[in-house]
C-alpha cells in the first residue's frame, strides 16, 4: 500500500516534533561513525579519530530517541497517545519528503513514530510495517546503514511476516530486497548475512534468489569460487538477479578456461533466438546493460579462440543505442584486423567514427586505423593520421599531468565523470574545455574510488547537518529556561568551543583557493598580499582556542532524564563529533585524491605508450616507402609498367631506346577494339 495518497490525513508540527530534529541529526552523526568504528574495511585503510569501545550504531541511534521521547512526554510536549492514523500520516508525510530530497526531516518524523513507546501496538499492522520499512529505507539511502540494518530487520522477524502472500508479506520482501542492495553497495556481505538468517526457506522464490545472489558475491569476494558457483546457480528467472547471476557465473567458468561453460552461460542472455523464453519479467533496469556485456564477453571469448568471424556476429548483437556500442565496435574491427580483413576493419572504423562522440577507446582506435592503412600499403594516409594522432593527443597527455598536479580540478574532473556531464569546468592552467572532454572521456576510474567519494559525502552531509543541529540545541536550551532561573554558563560553552575549529578551517579553505589560483596561473607578487593576510588570520585563530576540542566534565556524557540534560549532553556531543568528523575527512579526503591521481597517471601512462607506438608507426610509414619504391623501380627494370603510369599521358618517360609510344589522337573505330566487330 503507498500511503502518499492525497486521503491520507495532515497534522500539523508539533512542538515536540521540532525538539526532535536536532537530537535526531547528532544520532544520525554518533551512528555513522560507530558504524565506522566497528566495520573492518576491506580495500580502504581506516582513517584516524573513529569511534573506539561504543556500542553499535543502531543501540546508540535508539536509545538516543528514546530517551528523548521519555523527557518531552515529562513535559507534556511528545506525541501523548500514539494513534494508528497518526502512523499512516506521518508514514504518507515521510514519502513526500524522501521525494523532494529532504531525508533528514524525514528520518526524523519516522524516528519520532518509531520509537515511540505504543509503537510496539501497531508495528504488526500495514502502517506499523510501513512505518519500519520507511525509516530503514531512509536511514540507509542517507548512508547510515547500522540502524537501517536494524529497523529492517525488525520487519524480517515480526510476527506473521512469512506466514501468507497477503499486503503485509509485501514489506518484508522490500526488506530483504533493501538489504541485499545495502550490502551490495557496502559490501558488508557477512553482517547483512547474519540480519537474514530468519528468512524462512519457505519465503517466496525471488525473496530466496535475492539472498542467494548476495551469498554469490560475498563468496566470490572471499575467493570461494565453487561456493559462489553453486550459490549463483539457484537464482531463478523469477529474481531481478537472473541476468547479474548467470553473467559473473560466466566469468568464473571463462577464468577457469571452460570457455564452452561459459558461452553457454553468456547465450542464455545474449542469443536474440533465445532471449524470448529466457528473458526474466521481473528483471530490473540493469538488464539490458548486462545483456550487452554478456554479448560482449561472447565477443571475447570467440576472439580469444581465433574465431573472429563468431566474434562479429556477437559484437553485432550490441545495439546501436547501448553505451557499449563503441567498446563493440573497436574490439571487432580488432578482430577482423587480426584476420587481416582490412576492408572489414576499415568499415567497422569508419562506423566508429560516424558515432561522433567522445569514448574511452578513441585513442586506441585512431592508432589502428592508421596499423589498418599500415597493412594496405597506404603508407601515406597511415603517416597522415599517426601525424594527426601526434598533435592531437600529446597536448592531452600533457593535459592530464597538469590536471593531475591540481587536487581541485582533479576532483572537478572525476565528479563530471562520475555524473556523466559537461567536464569542461575542470579546466586548469590553460587546458583547453575540449582536451578535458578528451581527457574525461578516456579516464578510467577505479571502482573503490567511488566508494570513498560516496563515504566522505555522507560525512560532509551529516557535518553540515551537525552545524544546524548545534543551533537548534542552544536554541532549545534558551527555551527551556524557567522563569528568573540564571543559566549555567555550560550551556553554551560547547558552541563557543567549537569557533576556533571552525575558524581554522575557514583560514585553511581560503589557502586552498590561494593555491588555486597560483596554479590557474596567478601570479606569485599578486597572491603575496592574500598570503600575508591569511597568514595573520592563521595566527590569531591558533590563539583563540586548542587545535582540539574534547569536551570534559559531566556534561559531555551526561545523559540524565531531563530534556535540558539531553540537550546540554547533545551540544556537548556535537563538539567531540566535529572534532572526529574532520579527522576522518583528512583520511578520506587524502585516500580520495590519491585513487583520483592514480587515474590520471595510469591515463598517461596509456597515452604515453600509444604515442611512442605512433612514432614507430611512422617509421613503419617510411620504411613502407622505401620498399614500395625499390619495388617499382624493379618493376621498370623488368620491363613493368607501375600501376599509375598505365593509360598516362606521362607514359613515354617510362619507355626504353628501344621502344615507341603513339599518344592517343582521338579517334576511335569499331573494329580497334575486342567487341567491336562488326557482325
Known sequence: MNFSSPRAPRRSQSPGESVMRAPVAVAVAVSLLTARANAQPVKTPSPQGAIQNVPGGDAVFAGALKAYERALAERHLGLGEL????????????????????????????AQIVEHEQFTLFADTEEGRAALFRLGDALATAGVFEPARAYLRRLLESRGAWDDVGPAHAWPRRAVRRLVD??????????????????PTNAPEEVRGE???MNGRWREATGDLDAALAAYGTVSQRCRFW?????????????????????????????????????????????????????LGLGRIAHEQ????????????????????????????????????YDGARELLSELAAVGIHHRYEDEAWVLDAWVDLARCRFADADRKLVEFLARYEPIRDGARRIGENDVA???????????????????????????????????????????????LVLEREASALTGAMGTLVDMQRALGKSGELRS????????????????????????????????????????????????????????????????????????????DLLRADAARVVELRGRIA?????????????????????????????????????????????????????????????????????ARYLEDNEEYWPFEGDDWADEFVGGEVK
Open 243 to 295: 541476468a547479474h547471476s548467470t553473467y559473473l557465473s560466466a566469468l568464473i567458468r571463462v577464468e577457469r578456461g571452460q570457455y564452452k561453460d561459459g558461452e553457454q552461460l553468456l547465450c542464455k542472455i545474449a542469443d536474440p533466438q533465445r532471449s524470448a523464453s529466457t528473458t526474466p519479467v521481473f528483471a530490473d533496469e540493469k538488464f539490458f546493460a548486462v545483456r550487452d556485456l554478456a554479448r
Open 489 to 564: 554558563a555550560t550551556d553554551l560553552d560547547a558552541d563557543l568551543a567549537g569557533k576556533p575549529r571552525e575558524a581554522r578551517d575557514a583560514v585553511e579553505g581560503v589557502e586552498r583557493q590561494i593555491r588555486d589560483l597560483e596554479a590557474a596561473g596567478l601570479s606569485a607578487a599578486r597572491t603575496a598580499p592574500l598570503r600575508e593576510r591569511v597568514s595573520s588570520l592563521r595566527a590569531r585563530a591558533a590563539q583563540s582556542g586548542p587545535a582540539t576540542e574534547s569536551p570534559s566534565g559531566p556534561s559531555a556524557t551526561a545523559s540524565g532524564p531531563d530534556l535540558a
Open 306 to 341: 581465433g574465431r573472429n568471424d563468431d566474434a562479429r556476429y556477437y559484437y553485432y548483437l550490441v545495439p546501436q543505442d547501448s553505451d557499449r556500442l563503441a567498446e563493440a565496435l573497436y574490439e571487432a574491427a580488432t578482430a577482423r584486423y587480426e584476420k587481416k580483413d
Open 83 to 110: 494513534r494508528r492514523e497518526q502512523v499512516g500520516a506521518r508514514v504518507a508525510e515521510a514519502e513526500e519528503l524522501v521525494a523532494s530530497g529532504r531525508i533528514d526531516e524525514a528520518i526524523a518524523r519516522l
Open 410 to 456: 582533479t576532483a572537478r574532473l572525476l565528479a563530471a565523470v562520475r555524473s556523466e556531464t559537461d567536464a569542461a569546468g575542470a579546466q586548469v592552467n590553460g587546458v583547453e574545455p575540449e582536451i578535458v572532454r578528451t581527457i574525461s572521456a578516456l579516464i578510467r576510474v577505479d571502482p573503490s574510488y567511488r566508494r570513498v567519494l560516496r563515504r566522505r
Open 182 to 199: 545495502a550490502a551490495l553497495e557496502t559490501e558488508e556481505f557477512a553482517a547483512i548475512a547474519g540480519d537474514l538468517q530468519g528468512v
Open 583 to 651: 579527522a576522518i575527512r583528512k583520511g578520506l579526503g587524502e585516500l580520495e585524491s590519491a585513487l583520483a591521481k592514480d587515474a590520471l597517471h595510469r591515463l598517461d601512462l596509456r597515452l604515453s605508450r600509444l604515442l611512442r607506438r605512433a612514432r614507430l608507426g611512422r617509421i613503419e610509414t617510411v620504411l613502407g616507402r622505401k620498399r614500395a619504391l625499390e619495388v617499382e623501380v624493379e618493376a621498370i627494370r623488368l620491363g613493368y609498367l607501375p600501376q599509375d603510369a598505365v593509360d598516362s599521358l606521362d607514359a
Open 211 to 213: 539472498i542467494a545472489y
